[in-house]
């Protein structure tokens, strides 16, 4: 299994990325998916999580209303649309995924795990 999250980088506080992760190995729309994310010092928390069939998606208070979890089931892909960034959300972005039926917000739930992708936001 191969979770490959790219689309991180070097955004100004208020600006917005697109994260992606492509899938491979494991047979995708039975996975739900989720966004986690570990900031320097501090635990991994969960961002936002999809289900399998991308009709329920539930997100960290701290980002509703500016993040948007998706999924292609026919391009074995996940993204994490962000908005509106701010400098405290600087951190590394995971992307990871757990059987179906399976609560999608909590750590877990999740069996295989990306490499992660670095977002940067500066002030």
């Known amino acids: 299994v191969q979770l490959q999250a790219s689309g991180g980088g070097l955004v100004q506080a208020g600006g917005f990325l697109r994260l992606s992760c492509a899938a491979s190995g494991l047979p995708f729309s039975m996975y739900s998916m989720g966004w986690f994310r570990q900031a320097p010092g501090k635990e991994r928390e969960v961002v936002a999580g999809i289900n399998w069939s991308g009709n329920s998606e539930s997100y960290v208070d701290s980002v509703k209303g500016r993040f948007t979890v998706s999924r292609d089931n026919a391009k074995n892909t996940v993204y994490l649309q962000m908005n509106s960034l701010k400098p405290e959300e600087t951190a590394v972005y995971y992307c990871?995924?757990?059987?179906?039926?399976?609560?999608?917000?909590?750590?877990?739930?999740?069996?295989?795990w990306g490499q992660g992708t670095l977002v940067t936001v500066s002030s």
């Open positions: 990871a995924a757990g059987m179906r039926g399976r609560p999608i917000m909590s750590y877990s739930s999740y069996n295989y």
